[in-house]
């Protein structure tokens, strides 16, 4: 699957973002999929994941109940809400998917096949 992430941008502290990682290539919909992000001089860390369905999510404890990840398989997109942006929030924001049809999400960078090339996220405070 290829993966394009759009909806990076510039934005004050306190402001709101939506992400979207579209996939193209392959039925997106037998696909979990994890947005990660990097911040400057910093290791990869994930935000957020959702399995095939939608069915089962988890967040980072930096992002719970500012960011909200939902997908829409008949459009093959997967999206990232986020509000509340804090200037930490700043980074290169990655979407990641493999595929795998059970229940399961993916936590950590090495279980996913397939990377976009990201986009750029930046908070002013």
């Known amino acids: 699957a290829q993966l394009v992430e759009s909806g990076g941008g510039l934005v004050q502290a306190g402001g709101s973002l939506r992400l979207s990682c579209a996939a193209s290539?392959?039925?997106?919909?037998?696909?979990?999929v994890g947005w990660f992000r990097q911040p400057p001089g910093k290791e990869r860390e994930l935000a957020a994941a959702?399995?095939?369905?939608?069915?089962?999510?988890i967040y980072a404890d930096s992002v719970k109940g500012r960011f909200t990840i939902s997908r829409d398989n008949a459009k093959n997109t997967v999206y990232l809400q986020m509000n509340s942006l804090k200037p930490e929030d700043t980074a290169v924001y990655y979407c990641?998917?493999?595929?795998?049809?059970?229940?399961?999400?993916?936590?950590?960078?090495?279980?996913?096949?397939?990377w976009g090339q990201g986009t750029q996220v930046t908070v002013s405070s």
């Open positions: 990641a998917a493999n595929y795998e049809t059970s229940w399961l999400v993916a936590r950590t960078a090495y279980e996913y096949d397939y």
């Open positions: 290539g392959r039925t997106f919909s037998s696909y979990r």
């Open positions: 959702i399995n095939w369905s939608g069915s089962r999510i």
